[in-house]
């Protein structure tokens, strides 16, 4: 299937912006690793907020893109919800399967190893500017509550991408489409809880 995604909010990037973040990483569990407040110090709020900031990865032409993956891991975040849904069948005790999702069994290793998202590249046709978005993060932590900023670029709504998607097994073309419809209300990328990346989708060609 030939799917073209349409997002009915804005997107955020995933990928950290530094790209020696591993390093940095371990670096900071150092000994003499320098505190956060030295680092801004050195260089400056604006650089260290630069740093820390997730970004869209650029295919060879700079176009912003989502990985295949990405896609694959939305499928398998759709279809765990789903099987939520449904309650007990009275005599066996067992869970109702009240739609396609709870009726496939295994269905990580079927996402995985039947069902294939293409290219491996998608590359995110921008409607406007890509912004920036900055929300605060709460974590409840054994000190207590902590407040952190997390900055990521956004695409704005109305950008659009399209993939293919390669079902080797006929009858997954129609749980996978019962995953598509579930991206109006969960999309993909970064604070999805908050309703970024929502999507609608069409069918271009089967």
């Keep these: 299937m030939k799917v073209k995604i349409t997002f009915l909010e804005p997107v955020l990037g995933t990928w950290p912006n530094n790209k020696n973040i591993a390093e940095e990483f ?3 569990k150092a000994p003499d690793a320098s505190t956060i407040e030295e680092e801004i110090a ?3 709020i604006d650089a260290v907020t630069e740093k820390g900031k997730t ?3 650029r295919n060879e032409a700079g176009e912003p893109v989502l990985y295949d993956y990405q ?3 939305f499928f398998k975040d759709a279809c765990g919800m789903l099987r939520r849904i449904g309650g007990k069948d009275e005599k066996t005790g067992k869970k109702k399967a009240a739609n396609l999702s709870g009726k496939l069994t295994a269905y990580k ?3 995985d190893g039947l069902i294939f998202v293409q290219p491996r590249m998608i590359p995110i046709q921008v409607n406007g500017e890509i912004r920036d978005c900055q929300r605060p993060l709460r974590a409840q932590t054994m000190q207590g509550e902590r ?3 997390a900055n990521s670029e956004e695409i704005p ?3 659009t991408a399209e993939f293919e998607v390669l079902c080797l097994e006929k009858d997954h073309e129609a749980v996978v489409q019962e995953w598509l419809d579930y991206g109006i209300l969960r999309g993909i ?3 999805r809880n908050s309703g970024k990346g929502r999507f609608t989708y069409e069918i271009i060609d089967a």
């Design 26 to 28: 371990i670096a900071s």
């Design 42 to 44: 050195a260089l400056g």
């Design 55 to 57: 970004v869209f990865p």
């Design 71 to 73: 896609v694959k891991g």
């Design 109 to 111: 290793s079927v996402i």
């Design 147 to 149: 407040v952190s900023l």
């Design 157 to 159: 709504e109305g950008s």
């Design 189 to 191: 990328g970064q604070w």
